[in-house]
């Protein structure tokens, strides 16, 4: 297939030319995989770059770049190798002299220490990173890895469709690693001391009035913003909240374990939580309509308990209206899995098999259930279906855009139709406002940065105010 840049990929695939260190902010769907290898040929072609490491995803590293890389024509003379397997089968992959090696996080650690992360041990003049979600935070492996290399390398990419899923705190790591701190400061500390201040709860960092837009401003030159919308012209995309009415029984059980953080159960087993975080489960759990029992240590256990089926009820009604149409279920816990494949034993669960994905975009699967920790980066399923029905809410921004993402996105021609169960007065209503009031903080941040940098796009190079070049990085 013959790939033909859309315009904003041509600015894309420009920019990264330009910028030896640059940031892409671009939602699902933008094509932004192969206008990255649009720009990579190209220096490969003028020999600015030699050697490429990839650094993804595990679906995306071994799919969706090589899917991308043999889709195209322009791209068919770009040898790749995907990195994976035991230690001695990835030694004898690494000796294959190729253009790009695809690595997933989880080995990049291995392959520092067994290389080295000195210039002239380090093999690798440019560096990938797609989805740069393990470098938000300083203590982060990925982010500890980095660091070791970002001087050994001349290039750095970041891709990411979720730049901000947390706020502007996660942007700091990120930044750091593409210019040694000269926008957001040198440590994380002083990042947060400069522009956030700690909520009363004492875990949550704010933003200082102004924050953010000077970070912003800030970051402006080294990125490139895009929002789907402003780009493409896909279908609606509708979301519906269903509202599940637990019975007495039910929402007696959900109070009593919201207040008292214990519930008993008539087997003898019970559920207890310790704290905020493993009473926030737990809550989730039985709102979804079964609870993991506890230990008398404390300790979760497999086994679990169902409290109700509101919600099996309700994902029944949904899948009877899709009246035969494929559906999307997006589960939270096991024992949601474990309940909805027992209701229905003809659904389908995602995993790792391409023949899976393929039997679903063909339309040969009615129901089919992922975990959205599983369903997220690199994965096209806009071909099956439009129906998406979110059994259980997660806080994780991040996993619930991408997951929404799968279905809307380029290639879809039906509306797309997300459903969210929720049982109401339960902790459902409070993730699905949260949820709400994250992604208006990142939408905010795509619609600046885009202004932003097309602004400076003409000045891209001189740096602005940070230095002499637009990402140099000061030791």
């Known amino acids: 297939m013959n790939y033909t840049a859309r315009k904003y990929q041509e600015r894309t695939t420009q920019f990264v030319i330009d910028h030896k260190r640059c940031a892409l902010w671009q939602q699902m769907g933008l094509g932004k995989t192969a206008a990255v ?12 770059v030699k050697k490429i490491l990839v650094v993804a995803p595990v679906r995306v590293a071994h799919t969706t770049w090589p899917d991308e890389l043999r889709k ?18 990835r030694k004898q992959l690494l000796k294959e002299d190729t253009d790009i090696h695809l690595i997933n996080p989880e080995l990049l650690p291995w392959l520092v220490e067994w290389k080295g992360s000195a210039p002239g041990d380090f093999p690798y003049d440019t560096i990938v990173i797609d989805e740069p979600r393990g470098v938000r935070r300083p203590s982060a492996t990925g982010f500890k890895t980095l660091r070791k290399i970002m001087r050994t390398v001349n290039r750095m990419i970041q891709m990411t469709g979720t730049p901000a899923p947390n706020g502007m705190v996660g942007l700091w790591g990120p930044a750091f690693l593409l210019d040694g701190g000269r926008r957001l400061g040198k440590t994380r500390g002083g990042f947060l ?16 009035p102004g924050a953010d837009s000077e970070i912003q401003e800030r970051m402006a030159d080294l990125t490139v913003a895009m929002r789907t919308e402003d780009y493409l012209e896909l279908p609606p995309c509708l979301y519906q909240t269903v509202k599940v009415e637990l019975d007495d029984d039910a929402f007696f059980q959900y109070l009593n374990l919201e207040r008292e953080m214990f519930l008993s159960f008539g087997s003898g087993h019970s559920a207890e939580a310790f704290n905020a ?43 009877q209206s899709a009246c035969g149409a494929p559906v999307l279920v997006a589960y939270s816990f096991k024992s949601d899995l474990e309940r909805i494949t027992h209701r229905y034993p003809h659904a389908r669960v995602l995993d790792k098999k391409p023949s899976t994905i393929a039997e679903w975009n063909r339309g040969e699967i009615e129901l089919l259930v992922a975990h959205p920790g599983a369903a997220g980066h690199g994965l096209n399923l806009q071909e099956g279906g439009s129906i998406l029905i979110w059994f259980g809410l997660t806080w994780n921004l991040e996993h619930y855009q991408q997951m929404n993402k799968r279905l809307h996105r380029s290639g879809q021609t039906q509306t797309t139709t997300i459903h969210h169960l929720v049982a109401t007065g339960t ?27 097309l602004a400076v796009d003409g000045v891209a190079n001189s740096g602005g105010t940070y230095g002499s070049t637009p990402c140099e990085i000061v030791a």
């Not at 404390?298 to 169902?306: N, R």
């Open 37 to 48: 290898l649009d720009a990579l040929q190209q220096l490969l072609w003028s020999l600015e």
């Open 72 to 89: 195209w024509d322009q791209f068919k003379d770009v040898a790749f190798t995907v990195i994976k397997g035991t230690p001695k089968v």
């Open 193 to 208: 001391q400069r522009w956030f201040y700690t909520s009363h709860d004492g875990y949550t960092e704010l933003p200082r």
């Open 277 to 319: 975080a493993a009473l926030t489960n737990k809550c989730l759990q039985c709102a979804n309509g079964a609870v993991y029992h506890t230990s008398e240590e404390g300790e979760a256990l497999k086994t679990w308990s169902q409290i109700h089926d509101a919600k099996l009820d309700a994902l029944g009604d949904l899948i």
């Open 427 to 453: 902790l459902d209503e409070d993730v699905l406002a949260r949820l709400s009031g994250k992604a208006s903080v990142q939408d905010l941040l795509f619609a600046r940065m885009d202004r932003r940098q």
